[in-house]
């Protein structure tokens, strides 16, 4: 059997590492400004305190995720470019911390990684609400990165005690980044509490010792997701949001909903997971060395079902941390299969190399499409600046084509409308500045 030194296994990963970043920059750098990051008044802020003022007023008026917020406004308060090079670097760090937390992977795991990468931009919910567009992403993948982080921190300093030398520093540390942690997203923040609890009673169970540290990263995350859930803001929020039904049929309701969306993000890693896992225990693995991926499956099931006290209209992006937890878990199954599994092997390598194929066509596809609405958008942008020049304050203007739309796209759910008092309309009138706008099917616009 072929196999490659591991000075040229540590080549392709690095080199597989800077691709997974090329690769999202681009997407980037192809996403506009949409929804509310064009809402955003940033005039307003002149230093870091003028941002946490107002995010205190967001805290008792809207909602309580002031850590994600805050980094969402300091990020509009900037240049799109250096957001772009950020989320970029945030998405790559994201698939790092999945890869941290695979046992049995091989030392620098070139398909494994490739796996991660490819199950996030398939699976990954709503991928231009909560990767691309920038406030989602600050709300979303971002906070998956500070909730994997804590999450991964935790469970390596568990298995690492002997190494551990600045204890009461890392107790503060742990503290500090609970507290982020926690004070990041509802559910995912509550997934990520979730698994920490349990990595800590099962080396609780194992050793019988407790360190500073340990408790300080628990109480952390339980103080940031204390002050979150109790954001006066989110009691305002809830009820502009609530629906018609209310008491035991709103829940009901909320229940079918979540059911509907575990089946269609979560099921194929799921029944993936457990064919490999009932295999394995059926070929003599013990329950005990391949639990793993329960708990994670578990974590993000019940980040997911948590969502049954959101307001009955929660947008699926909000599933987005639950399936990341779903995905550690499926892709921790697959590194379980043993090399001289022949049958599994083959299945998973040619997967991963189908899997390739299928991802190249459609990254090409969408992204001309992304292409062709970014060039739409400037084109629009820069005839709105030339009529604002000549003093024309109440503009119709083009429509991005129906046609370009693709799940790594938010605009179309914003975009301007064909009513001047649409939703749509009062995001670019706002952003333009101008009096009115409205929008025409770019197929009408040659009569403008």
């Given at each position: 059997?072929?196999?490659?030194?591991?000075?040229?296994?540590?080549?392709?990963?690095?080199?597989?590492?800077?691709?997974?970043?090329?690769?999202?920059?681009?997407?980037?750098?192809?996403?506009?400004?949409?929804?509310?990051?064009?809402?955003?008044?940033?005039?307003?802020?002149?230093?870091?305190?003028?941002?946490?003022?107002?995010?205190?007023?967001?805290?008792?008026?809207?909602?309580?995720?002031?850590?994600?917020?805050?980094?969402?406004?300091?990020?509009?308060?900037?240049?799109?470019?250096?957001?772009?090079?950020?989320?970029?670097?945030?998405?790559?760090?994201?698939?790092?911390?999945?890869?941290?937390?695979?046992?049995?992977?091989?030392?620098?795991?070139?398909?494994?990684?490739?796996?991660?990468?490819?199950?996030?931009?398939?699976?990954?919910?709503?991928?231009?609400?909560?990767?691309?567009?920038?406030?989602?992403?600050?709300?979303?993948?971002?906070?998956?990165?500070?909730?994997?982080?804590?999450?991964?921190?935790?469970?390596?300093?568990?298995?690492?005690?002997?190494?551990?030398?600045?204890?009461?520093?890392?107790?503060?540390?742990?503290?500090?980044?609970?507290?982020?942690?926690?004070?990041?997203?509802?559910?995912?923040?509550?997934?990520?509490?979730l698994l920490v609890l349990v990595f800590f009673l099962i080396y609780y169970m194992q050793n019988k010792k407790i360190k500073p540290w340990m408790i300080t990263g628990i109480a952390g995350m339980v103080i940031g997701l204390t002050v979150m859930v109790l954001a006066p803001g989110n009691r305002a929020r809830a009820t502009l949001m609530s629906g018609e039904n209310e008491g035991i049929m709103r829940y009901l309701g909320q229940f079918l909903k979540i059911n509907q969306a575990v089946y269609t993000y979560m099921f194929i890693m799921l029944v993936i997971m457990v064919v490999i896992l009932v295999y394995l225990y059926l070929k003599g693995e013990k329950l005990s060395q391949i639990y793993m991926p329960l708990i994670f499956a578990g974590a993000g099931i019940a980040t997911a079902y948590a969502l049954i006290v959101a307001p009955p209209d929660t947008m699926d992006r909000a599933y987005f941390g639950a399936v990341v937890f779903v995905t550690i878990a499926c892709i921790q199954a697959i590194a379980y299969i043993p090399e001289k599994e022949v049958l599994f092997c083959t299945l998973k390598y040619a997967g991963v190399i189908c899997f390739m194929a299928y991802m190249f066509f459609s990254y090409c596809e969408n992204g001309a499409n992304l292409m062709r609405i970014m060039r739409e958008v400037e084109e629009r942008d820069a005839y709105v600046e030339e009529q604002k020049a000549q003093g024309n304050y109440d503009l119709v203007v083009p429509m991005i084509r129906p046609q370009f739309d693709n799940k790594y796209t938010f605009i179309y759910l914003n975009d301007v409308e064909e009513t001047s008092d649409g939703w749509g309309s009062y995001l670019y009138k706002t952003y333009y500045g101008l009096d009115s706008i409205r929008g025409v099917p770019r197929e009408e616009w040659t009569e403008y």
């Amino acid at each position: 059997m072929f196999t490659l030194s591991d000075k040229m296994r540590k080549r392709i990963f690095y080199l597989a590492v800077v691709i997974s970043f090329v690769a999202i920059y681009v997407y980037n750098v192809l996403t506009p400004l949409v929804s509310d990051d064009l809402a955003l008044d940033t005039s307003k802020f002149h230093t870091v305190w003028d941002i946490l003022k107002d995010e205190y007023h967001n805290y008792m008026n809207w909602n309580g995720r002031s850590v994600l917020q805050f980094i969402m406004k300091c990020f509009l308060c900037g240049p799109k470019w250096f957001f772009n090079i950020c989320n970029s670097a945030c998405f790559v760090y994201v698939t790092l911390l999945i890869y941290w937390n695979i046992e049995r992977r091989k030392r620098y795991d070139i398909v494994l990684f490739t796996l991660i990468n490819l199950m996030l931009w398939h699976f990954g919910v709503a991928f231009g609400q909560t990767v691309l567009w920038m406030s989602g992403a600050c709300n979303y993948l971002w906070g998956v990165m500070i909730i994997l982080s804590m999450v991964t921190l935790y469970r390596y300093k568990l298995a690492h005690q002997d190494t551990i030398k600045y204890t009461k520093l890392l107790a503060v540390g742990m503290l500090i980044l609970g507290v982020l942690s926690g004070w990041c997203n509802e559910n995912t923040s509550g997934g990520g509490l979730l698994l920490v609890l349990v990595f800590f009673l099962i080396y609780y169970m194992q050793n019988k010792k407790i360190k500073p540290w340990m408790i300080t990263g628990i109480a952390g995350m339980v103080i940031g997701l204390t002050v979150m859930v109790l954001a006066p803001g989110n009691r305002a929020r809830a009820t502009l949001m609530s629906g018609e039904n209310e008491g035991i049929m709103r829940y009901l309701g909320q229940f079918l909903k979540i059911n509907q969306a575990v089946y269609t993000y979560m099921f194929i890693m799921l029944v993936i997971m457990v064919v490999i896992l009932v295999y394995l225990y059926l070929k003599g693995e013990k329950l005990s060395q391949i639990y793993m991926p329960l708990i994670f499956a578990g974590a993000g099931i019940a980040t997911a079902y948590a969502l049954i006290v959101a307001p009955p209209d929660t947008m699926d992006r909000a599933y987005f941390g639950a399936v990341v937890f779903v995905t550690i878990a499926c892709i921790q199954a697959i590194a379980y299969i043993p090399e001289k599994e022949v049958l599994f092997c083959t299945l998973k390598y040619a997967g991963v190399i189908c899997f390739m194929a299928y991802m190249f066509f459609s990254y090409c596809e969408n992204g001309a499409n992304l292409m062709r609405i970014m060039r739409e958008v400037e084109e629009r942008d820069a005839y709105v600046e030339e009529q604002k020049a000549q003093g024309n304050y109440d503009l119709v203007v083009p429509m991005i084509r129906p046609q370009f739309d693709n799940k790594y796209t938010f605009i179309y759910l914003n975009d301007v409308e064909e009513t001047s008092d649409g939703w749509g309309s009062y995001l670019y009138k706002t952003y333009y500045g101008l009096d009115s706008i409205r929008g025409v099917p770019r197929e009408e616009w040659t009569e403008y």
